[in-house]
């Protein structure tokens, strides 16, 4: 193959997991804008309201587990060719069809999808991009980053200009399909040759290792700060005195910072030899943003909410780490499924502790307390990720598998 057309490969590979990424946020984050206008439709109560609301995380850590044995089976592009269709068809039949069961049915099976692209992301950047992790993840992570911020702006002009919140959704169709298109050229190419079965590696594998359990903790702990932040930030600053377009201006600083850093992240960490200066600063500005917080929400609440972004920049810092401490595709699909699974199990507690918490008290000194005293241990388990190290060569030393040929358990 020519040098001209293994880069023409790679580049229709780049884009296709980054139109991946474009979609694994969109039928999650849109509903939340107009989640009044369904409500009032489809007659949802709170209680239905709050499980729609913690679907997505939930969904997230029950799929981390199954993830990479559907990756194993039909190959990581027909996976990813299914996780787009399936984000797709969820979507079109809660729009096409809006009662209230077909709704919960129908966002169930997109954010099956969705979370299933979650997992095969890291594994992808593996397969084709082993010599540009950094640079590779840091473009899908933006993609992330836009695939939140997008429906957020998008979701209520979209409904007030139609005059329906399913066009508001509807439009994350179109766009999945379209990343679809170059998955169907990529799922119809022959799958390399499958490892035996005493070199496959399992969650249940990584569950049993130092890699593992670094990698999970790092991003559970970042997972409840963040989505503490994204939940109740605003509220935190309207309690505070802010009026309610400054304090939705200060989550759209933090949300917005963080897709510069989404980019720049993951390829500091991936091409420097020493990223540890970075992965304590992170921790160490989330200190400083909840003790501003805390102390004078309103003195300098810009200031806030630009340290708190950074703080945010753990997450691309954990895909990075992710794709770095795997060495086989199949590695980093289970090392992704195990970490995802038990850092979104712990996102689900970030909201719900902050809301429990904030009542209990009377206001918001306790919560934000918990959160300020998550950035030592997200700090310790960064320091432990960064680490050099594989999680295949932690299991061989175990003798829980052995040795994988770098090509095998790929599609």
């Not at 799929?63 to 996976?79: D, E, M, S």
């Not at 003195?299 to 708190?308: D, G, Q, V």
Request: glycine share 10%.
């Amino acid at each position: 193959m020519t040098p001209l057309a293994r880069w023409s490969g790679r580049i229709l590979i780049l884009i296709a997991i980054a139109g991946l990424a474009l979609n694994l946020r969109p039928p999650a984050i849109a509903i939340a804008p107009v989640l009044p206008e369904i409500r009032a439709d489809l007659g949802f109560g709170g209680v239905l309201a709050g499980v729609l609301t913690t679907l997505p995380p939930l969904c997230f850590a029950v799929v981390g587990v199954f993830a990479p044995a559907i990756a194993a089976r039909v190959g990581l592009h027909r996976a990813a060719l299914l996780s787009l269709l399936a984000i797709a068809i969820g979507q079109a039949v809660r729009v096409l069809l809006p009662l209230p069961a077909v709704f919960f049915m129908a966002t169930v099976l997109a954010l099956l999808g969705m979370a299933t692209g979650n997992v095969l992301l890291p594994s992808l950047v593996r397969r084709h991009f082993p010599d540009r992790i950094g640079r590779a993840t840091g473009i899908y992570s933006l993609a992330l980053g836009l695939g939140v911020a997008l429906p957020s702006l998008l979701s209520v002009p979209l409904a007030t200009a139609t005059g329906s919140w399913q066009w508001s959704l509807g439009i994350w169709i179109i766009t999945a399909l379209i990343a679809a298109v170059p998955w169907v050229r990529l799922a119809a190419e022959p799958r390399p040759t499958r490892s035996s079965s005493k070199a496959a590696i399992r969650i249940g594998h990584v569950a049993r290792t130092r890699v593992g359990w670094t990698i999970a903790l790092f991003f559970g702990i970042q997972s409840i700060q963040a989505y503490a932040i994204f939940g109740w930030l605003p509220t935190i600053y309207i309690d505070a005195g802010l009026d309610p377009a400054a304090a939705g201006l200060m989550l759209t600083i933090t949300t917005g910072l963080g897709l510069p850093l989404a980019f720049w992240v993951p390829h500091h960490i991936a091409t420097t030899e020493r990223p540890q200066w970075l992965v304590a600063l992170m921790p160490l500005c989330g200190l400083g943003g909840f003790l501003g917080l805390l102390i004078a929400p309103t003195t300098l609440p810009w200031l806030w909410a630009i340290l708190l972004a950074v703080d945010l920049g753990c997450f691309p810092a954990f895909l990075a780490l992710t794709g770095m401490r795997g060495q086989t595709p199949a590695g980093t699909a289970a090392l992704a499924g195990f970490s995802q699974s038990i850092g979104y199990f712990l996102a689900a507690i970030g909201p719900f502790a902050m809301g429990v918490l904030s009542e209990v008290t009377g206001g918001w000194t306790v919560p934000l307390i918990f959160l300020l005293t998550l950035c030592l241990p997200l700090m310790i388990f960064g320091q432990l990720a960064v680490r050099p190290g594989y999680l295949e060569s932690e299991l061989q030393a175990r003798q829980l598998i052995t040795s994988p040929r770098a090509g095998e358990q790929q599609d």
